[in-house]
């Protein structure tokens, strides 16, 4: 499947085409359970620059993995052909084709600077910015609802993450200055104005979605909502109710799905209001729930979130998918030591030093060039 990159003779035609990461306001494994999310797009993202080819094959390079170019015909293309980072753009041509496009051969060239298996959706930025590439070489002109339903089918049955919708529903949907309400059962969005100082703390404690943690999540969410005789736990909307689960580790998981749509739906009214402080509060009781009754935060994670809130941070929780990756800070108008409290903590551990981004609400996937 290796040989040299552009290989094949292309048309000519070739374009830049770019996906942001995703940061992740409120609800976090909400989306799967058919709740509500409210990411919003980063500035970082990642670049997929392509040039069509005349004979089928997919080839593939990123500046972030060395080495020579992965060539896949079309045509060869099935879940499991390769399971490595080449599995998320291969997925994307694989989707296509399964929903009846015809795509052509291209050569690709991937950039980013969305720090993989930091929560941020890097895979889905990838995704997204193939599946753009990939698309427009085929002149096709898909709906961005339609093309994150592929990007995310490429994710789930090609590369074998067990993600819901929300990651390229952000990346292809979100406006500048905005976050973006996901109501995952019926796909509805609405942009939720959003001028609030974020930082996304990396904690370099790295996650990998396809480890066995995140399925059982998965399986816990799905096993409380057979308890409780319903479909998911979405339609919960009582709380209390999940205290009538017997099991007490289900009965936590479904506690945290439940409270953390209501937060969800709550943080919007907020943010229409700009009142901060209130969405900053409702971040550090989501982190709490993430970390006592989701049981998926990190240590690196809970350190940092209670650096920043003591160094004067509005709110602070972990983001992504658990295990490892990132911490969002709400900051107040006037700076704070956010950051100095973070490294400290950090460097008393003797923990490898974590990173800090800008987290600036930003424009979702488009064509560069």
């Known amino acids: 499947m290796t040989g040299p990159a552009g290989s094949a003779v292309p048309t000519g035609d070739r374009g830049v085409w770019f996906a942001p990461g995703r940061a992740n306001l409120m609800g976090e494994h909400t989306d799967y359970n058919d709740g509500f999310v409210l990411p919003f797009a980063l500035a970082q993202g990642t670049t997929a620059s392509a040039v069509r080819r005349s004979d089928g094959v997919l080839s593939l390079t990123s500046r972030q993995e060395p080495g020579p170019a992965v060539e896949i015909a079309l045509d060869d293309l099935d879940p499991g052909l390769v399971t490595d980072w080449t599995a998320y753009p291969a997925g994307v041509a694989w989707a296509l084709r399964e929903a009846g496009h015809d795509i052509p051969g291209a050569t690709i060239t991937i950039d980013s600077d969305v720090p993989a298996g930091a929560g941020l959706s890097s895979s889905a930025a990838l995704e997204c910015a193939v ?12 709906p961005r609802g339609e093309l994150a339903a592929i990007a995310r089918r490429a994710e789930n049955e090609f590369a074998g993450v067990p993600s819901g919708i929300m990651d390229q529903s952000a990346s292809l949907l979100c406006q500048e200055g905005h976050a973006l309400l996901l109501d995952c059962q019926s796909l509805e ?11 996304v703390i990396n904690t370099n404690a790295r996650h990998e979605l396809t480890a066995g943690d995140y399925g059982a999540r998965r399986a816990e969410c799905e096993e409380a909502a057979r308890l409780l005789s319903v479909p998911t736990l ?4 009582d709380c209390g109710v999940t205290s009538e689960i017997p099991d007490r580790t289900l009965r936590k998981r479904a506690r945290h799905v439940c409270t953390d749509n209501e937060r969800v739906l709550r943080s919007v009214e907020l943010l229409r209001a700009s009142s901060y402080e209130a969405v900053g509060a409702l971040l550090t009781q989501a982190h709490a729930s993430l970390r006592d009754d989701f049981e998926i935060s990190w240590p690196e994670a809970d350190v940092a ?3 920043a809130l003591s160094a004067g941070a ?7 998918g ?9 900051l107040p108008a006037e700076d704070v030591p956010v950051r100095e409290a973070v490294t400290k903590a950090f460097a008393a551990r003797s923990w490898a030093a974590a990173e800090f981004y800008a987290a600036v609400p930003s424009a979702g996937a488009r064509r560069l060039s």
């Open 305 to 307: 979130v209670d650096a």
């Open 234 to 237: 979405r339609l919960i909307t």
């Open 131 to 142: 599946a753009l590439a990939l698309t427009a070489l085929a002149g096709l002109d898909l």
């Open 322 to 330: 658990g295990f490892g990756g990132s911490v969002l800070a709400m």
């Open 314 to 320: 509005l709110g602070a929780r972990m983001i992504g």
């Open 189 to 199: 969005t609405t942009q939720v104005p959003c001028d609030a100082r974020l930082l």
